[in-house]
């Protein structure tokens, strides 16, 4: 009897040995997979922002208790401008996030986004596993590994918290670095009160100068009238230029392309204003009538620029709950918070065009 309770005991031990064995191999390869990860451009067309690249770039080679916060407009090139700094580091891992349930097992979803095994990954909940493994990557890089999480459009507030909840425990252990892409400005509003913990970076659209460079690079011939017609009326985001780009090499006109994006603008802004109502922050019922009301406010303003401290001097009071509406309940953007000057803009010189038609037209009375 003694014989037959000996030998469970030993095959009880020898089977959580090998268990103790496999997961310390298991955590080996996924520390590997770390080190070795990587991410390259999207595009082989890119004008150098060299300031902006320079600013993320500071902040993936350090060690710091600050997250960073990538935010601007759709198509500004925000995912473009951190692969570019990224690009020459080793133990950087790019994950896109669009679901809630990404967020809730974020280790999970950034293992598997290195090429952990999947198994393994799913053991990795909390963020004290996840720094164990990030800290072991960076006593082999010399660095700390960097985190790259490209937030979708479609992820709603709550899960944009979530996130940025993790994403502080996670660079408060100094294991690693974390840089939040945001796919809008009016996601920046689902963002932690915790300013002293985190560094926003914001892509800006380019320069003329830049918007020209960029052209030139494309091969792009219209004329100087033609592009500055595109520059006034559209503006000079990349994605913009790269649209335009795409239009006249398959023989649009720059003129109709131009005259679509405005149109385009315009019934986005009719659309708000055929709203009947909209439920934006505390319930607030919100109607077209405030969108309405919130063009004609921005059109008039100086420089058609409306800093928020002036709120209690507009028609419609609440910008932040008018983008909250919209980025919560509609597809589309007509303003735009611009984080460095802290004020609201049109969400593009399209629909600042747009404003303008409409309101020669009487709609915004």
Not at 324 to 345: G, V
């Amino acid at each position: 009897m003694a014989f037959f309770v000996a030998g469970i005991l030993t095959a009880t031990a020898g089977g959580i040995y090998e268990l103790h064995q496999q997961y310390y191999t298991d955590e080996r390869k996924a520390v590997a997979k770390l080190v070795a990860s990587r991410v390259s451009p999207l595009s082989e067309h890119y004008i150098e922002r060299q300031e902006l690249k320079e600013r993320v770039e500071s902040r993936l080679a350090q060690a710091s208790t600050e997250y960073t916060v990538v935010v601007g407009p759709r198509g500004c090139g925000k995912s473009e401008l951190v692969r570019r700094a990224a690009m020459n580091k080793a133990g950087v891992v790019r994950v896109q996030l669009h679901t809630a349930d990404q967020a809730n097992h974020l280790w999970h979803h950034v293992l598997k986004a290195a090429g952990v095994d999947s198994d393994f990954a799913k053991t990795i909940d909390t963020v004290d596993e996840m720094a164990k493994l990030t800290g072991a990557a960076a006593q082999q890089l010399g660095t700390v590994p960097t985190v790259v999480l490209e937030v979708g459009r479609g992820v709603d507030n709550d899960t944009i918290k979530s996130i940025a909840r993790d994403t502080k425990d996670l660079v408060e252990t100094q294991t690693a670095s974390v840089v939040l892409v945001l796919s809008d400005a009016s996601a920046a509003y689902a963002l932690p009160e915790d300013p002293a913990r985190r560094m926003e970076i914001w892509g800006e659209d380019f320069t003329l100068k830049q918007a020209n460079e960029y052209l030139d690079l494309r091969e792009f011939t219209p004329d100087t009238e033609e592009r500055r017609g595109l520059f006034e009326r559209v503006g000079t985001r990349p994605a913009d230029l790269v649209s335009a780009v795409y239009a006249v090499q398959h023989r649009v006109k720059l003129e109709d392309y131009v005259k679509f994006r405005v149109a385009m603008a315009k019934e986005e802004m009719e659309a708000m204003f055929s709203v009947q109502k909209f439920h934006a922050v505390a319930d607030v019922p919100l109607s077209g009538d405030a969108f309405r009301n919130t063009v004609r406010t921005l059109l008039t303003a100086h420089g058609h620029s409306l800093p928020r401290t002036s709120f209690g001097r507009a028609p419609m009071a609440n910008f932040k709950a008018v983008n909250l509406a919209m980025k919560q309940e509609a597809s589309s953007h007509i303003l735009l918070y611009h984080a460095p000057t802290q004020a609201y803009r049109f969400y593009s010189n399209a629909h600042l065009q747009a404003a303008r038609e409409l309101d020669a037209s009487g709609a915004l009375e």
